[in-house]
């Protein structure tokens, strides 16, 4: 396996801001690399012996100016990296290869549509709290919640047993690669996923019970969607969120309007609806983008629906 299939596999699960400002780094031991962070552990098999680390930062950016694989070689305390007329130089860094479980006996199949899932979950997951940080994985469903909006989308095959919330960490890394041909649960508090070629990737669980009300408010909403979302809707919310940048988009029967901290905008066009509501601005763009219906008249949590998901967002006070 070459150094740029395994970086561009593990790449997106460095942590790029870390405590106490550590330098972020890829591990190399045994024929493979690694990540390590809070969240996650991700290994791919690589053509390098040895135990050692290199800074993430120098070695991606070496690498993005590499056109194909760079031959490598040994230094004084660095590995040199050759493509063409460009040398990169890095200096390596003390190493300790993780200690963790990397195979279990019941690796189960994969379902189909779980990282598809996970990617539209993960634009709902919130960046503050507590559950809230996660994607929760149960009854053949994968929901996020934040206090805007929520959405719950289906993964058939999940299985009954199933009942977890991945960090957001993992459910931003996990789609972004190529379809696992396997995935444990078995582990306590984690989940394994592994990959034909011998990679394989330990995510860390977020220990807390999903609440009740997170379900309640999904529930609640009803299945009451009467407004299609068109691709019309789609061009004037994404305008108006550009326009309004934190602000609220104002839905009327007959325009919608943006209202920013020092800018106003407005689309003229027939809604189908019987009263003006607000919105967050960037949650009803995140919203259009999974979503071909609505209902904006609703008294509550609104409820919108898509291909094997539904969801609700709130209104916001008008400003």
């Known amino acids: 396996m070459t150094l740029t299939t395994a970086i561009t596999f593990l790449k997106d699960a460095v942590e790029r801001s870390t405590p106490g400002g550590a330098t972020s780094r890829y591990t190399f031991h045994d024929g493979m690399a690694y990540v390590t962070s809070a969240a996650i552990i991700a290994a791919h098999p690589v053509a390098l012996d040895g135990t050692f680390a290199l800074g993430a930062v120098d070695l991606d950016a070496a690498l993005s100016r590499f056109d194909g694989e760079p031959t490598i070689s040994a230094g004084e305390g660095t590995i040199i990296l050759r493509n063409g007329r460009l040398r990169s130089s890095l200096q390596l860094l003390p190493a300790e290869p993780p200690t963790t479980i990397t195979s279990v006996d019941d690796m189960q199949p994969v379902p ?36 805007r909006s929520a959405i719950e989308v289906q993964v058939d095959g999940l299985g009954g047993d199933v009942d977890m919330i991945l960090s957001d960490s993992a459910a931003g890394y996990l789609p972004s690669l190529p379809l696992p041909s396997g995935w444990s649960t078995a582990l306590p508090g984690a989940i394994l996923f592994n990959w034909p070629n011998g990679a394989w990737v330990r995510c860390q669980l977020i220990n807390i019970s999903w609440p009740e009300v997170a379900d309640r408010v999904m529930t609640k909403a009803g299945d009451v969607a009467p407004v299609a979302i068109t691709e019309v809707w789609r061009e004037a919310v994404d305008h108006l969120a550009v326009m309004a940048g934190d602000g609220i988009v104002l839905v009327t029967p007959d325009a919608l309007r943006g209202i920013g901290a020092f800018s106003k905008s407005k689309v003229k066009m027939s809604t189908d609806v019987a009263k003006e509501t607000a919105w967050l601005a960037s949650e009803l763009k995140t919203v259009f983008t999974v979503a071909d219906a609505w209902n904006p008249d609703a008294d509550g949590p609104a409820r919108f629906t898509g291909p094997g998901l539904r969801g609700v967002v709130m209104r916001q006070q008008r400003r």
């Open 112 to 147: 189909p549509n779980l990282m598809p899932a996970l990617k539209f979950a993960a634009s709902f997951i919130s960046k503050e709290g507590t559950w809230q940080r996660g994607v929760h994985l149960k009854s053949d469903c994968a929901t996020a919640f934040n206090n």
